[in-house]
């Protein structure tokens, strides 16, 4: 697995006519598609296992395998993580859920040199969740969750004992969800309120929390919900230097994902009231009434945080890898790749409201291309059972600059192993584990106020695959 900068979508707009707040996502690039390829740390450019997982890594690594191929799998992603307040010196852990990867992959051999077949993978998603009452992040999002599904046939072709070559088109189905609060102190007072303070009424660019309401007083709890869908391409080659070395590599395409979808908006207490009679009655706002009920009207129809629909564009950034299989001994290989994702593609997002009085907005994230280096390694200890290892390091997406609760990211070390059974002469299993260690990194709950605070981040991933042959 390794991190990748994902913008997602603008939260609640502001009440009224208050500029809006953008909130920016990050999420996972899943590498880990594959059980037997996780046990050795991804490398697999060069040398793809047998077990049809070359139509994600590299699909010239179909070209060759005899037969009939059905393989299934999931990885199991334990994640943990906080942010340690500086200020406040608290701590507020992450609440993620054991979130379950798929892949299937199934070839048919249609001669000697030529091999095809259809995968199903999800190399983009996350899932973040932090409480949504008590962590001082919310306001950014405090639960986010992206499902990106790639559907792909494949062919592979040997053109040559030394040569092969493959490419499968993938079909995109993407859904993302968002959810956060609004905070009532950095709200504008709305015009109408604002009118009855004695004249000439309250300046503009009066705030709720200029008039008393603490920071951090939940108003409105926003979610944010879209799908979409695309197409991209993912092609490879293999070349065999010699009966021990081999090289390859892959590439796929990027691909720009238009979502559409709703945003709702529903009406959080404040337990507030107004402290004394505001205006001249009978048109005043007595003392006692709920400060929910003056904010009723921006949720109706027509309101600034009223229901309704709103589209973006996301881009899936292209990524690839080269690497190098050498065979040591018969029985022992050792690998190794290098990843490529081009998140520098990925610097405007438009976010489209369709209610007129929620403006719209235009985002500028300033992500960096990232790089990851992989070692790996396979020793077939018996007939029976082939013991895999592996270290890879990640560079990460995110400038310091912005390191949010979505899903801080960094730099991180991942180690890994993991084996592989013959269960039967048909029927062969694989396990694999994996820790994430990410270097501790500054970062924000709140943009306007910089970097204030740690975020830490671990993870194990658990896999489990099986492969028949028929």
Known sequence: MRRFALLLLAGAPSLVSAPPAPLLAQGFGVYEQNTCTMGRAGVAAARPCADGSAIFFNPAGL??????????????????????????????????????????????????????????????????????????????????????????????????????????????????????????????????????????????GTTFGMLGVPTGTDFADANLHATGSGFAVNFGGIFKVSDRLSIGGHWLTRKTIKYSGTATFVPESTHLFVPATIGTCPACVPAGTPVDALLAPEFGAGGPLSNGAVSTSIIMPPQGSIGFAYKMQDNWTVMADYQYVVWGWFNTVVIDFQNTATPDLTLHPANKDTHGFRLGTEYQYSPKVEIRGGYLYHTGASPTTFVTPLLPEGPRNEFTIGAGLVLTPKLHGDLAYQYIKQSDRRGTVNLAAGNTGLYQFSAHLFGIGLAYTF
């Open 63 to 204: 070209a060759g395998i005899s037969g009939n191929h059905l393989s299934v799998g999931t990885t199991l992603i334990a994640a943990h993580g906080g942010f340690t307040d500086d200020f406040l010196g608290t701590r507020s852990d992450l609440k993620n859920p054991v979130i379950p990867v798929p892949n299937v992959y199934i070839t048919h051999q249609i001669n000697p040199k030529f091999t095809a077949g259809i995968g199903l993978y999800a190399p983009y998603g996350l899932e973040t969740k932090w409480d949504p009452n008590s962590f001082s992040g919310r306001f950014l999002g405090y639960n986010t969750d992206v499902r990106s599904i790639y559907i792909q046939p494949t062919v592979g072709y040997e053109i040559s004992p030394r040569l092969k070559v493959g490419v499968g088109v993938a079909y995109i189905t993407s859904r993302l969800t968002l959810r956060q609060r609004a905070d009532l102190s950095s709200q504008l007072v709305p015009p109408a309120l604002a009118a009855l303070f004695p004249p000439p009424g309250l300046p503009a």
